[in-house]
Antibody, heavy 116, light 108 residues
Framework: EVQLVQSGAEVKKPGESLKISCEGSGYTFTNHWIAWVRQMPGKDLEWMGIIYPADSDTRYSPSFQGQVIISADKSINTAYLQWSSLKASDTAMYYC?????????WGQGTLVTVSS | SYELTQSPSVSVSPGQTASITCSGDKLGDKFACWYQQKPGQSPILVIYQDNKRPSGIPERFSGSNSGNTATLTISGTQATDEADYYCQAWDSSTSLVVFGGGTRLTVL
């Protein structure tokens, strides 16, 4: 089955670091870009950036440049999204999705809650 | 920065045609696509490259894109089509992606 499986929900405190993952299976992981998309509670979708797992070429939305790091490990078909110091405003659902111009396969989402 | 504007809500009666629009400067010069998102679920691609349907998407979903407006049309709307719909544009020269604010489709 072609799918993207994301890591589980996280509850963190402000200032803590976090790395969430997205594992692809059922297709050639290195042939497709992987994007990360944020959805804050009750809000719309926001594109954060994309990575090409074959060579780790990465592009960021200007809104998220410097706020997060997107990476990938092609040996285990996994992409990552990480924060070095979380803020309460990072509380959201985070989706990974396959593609660059459009996204034809989505993960189930990882809920990140940041609260003191 | 580039912005896409969608009406917050659209209502339609079952069996009727729903049209959801997305506006952006010279949007017709970019590729537009559309996603359906139901509560508690991940988005699903319903239209890509302006008017193409992924496999498994019913024929009642169609799309167009010209000038400053992209349109998602749902013919013979069903109760199961009730969801939030997001447009998305891709600037191939910069690889940047932008989503619209979403439209809630209500099937009355």
């Amino acid at each position: 089955e072609v799918q993207l499986v994301q890591s589980g929900a996280e509850v963190k405190k402000p200032g803590e670091s976090l790395k969430i993952s997205c594992e692809g299976s059922g297709y050639t992981f290195t042939n497709h870009w992987i994007a990360w998309v944020r959805q804050m509670p009750g809000k719309d979708l926001e594109w954060m950036g994309i990575i090409y797992p074959a060579d780790s070429d990465t592009r960021y939305s200007p809104s998220f440049q410097g706020q997060v790091i997107i990476s990938a490990d092609k040996s285990i078909n996994t992409a990552y999204l990480q924060w070095s110091s979380l803020k309460a405003s990072d509380t959201a659902m985070y989706y990974c999705a396959r593609g660059s111009g459009w996204f034809d396969l989505w993960g189930q989402g990882t809920l990140v809650t940041v609260s003191s | 920065s580039y912005e896409l504007t969608q009406s917050p809500s659209v209502s339609v009666s079952p069996g009727q045609t729903a049209s959801i629009t997305c506006s952006g400067d010279k949007l017709g010069d970019k590729f537009a696509c559309w996603y359906q998102q139901k509560p508690g679920q991940s988005p699903i691609l319903v239209i890509y490259q302006d008017n193409k349907r992924p496999s498994g998407i019913p024929e009642r979903f169609s799309g167009s894109n010209s000038g400053n407006t992209a349109t998602l049309t749902i013919s013979g709307t069903q109760a199961t089509d009730e969801a939030d719909y997001y447009c998305q544009a891709w600037d191939s020269s910069t690889s940047l992606v932008v989503f619209g604010g979403g439209t809630r489709l209500t099937v009355l």
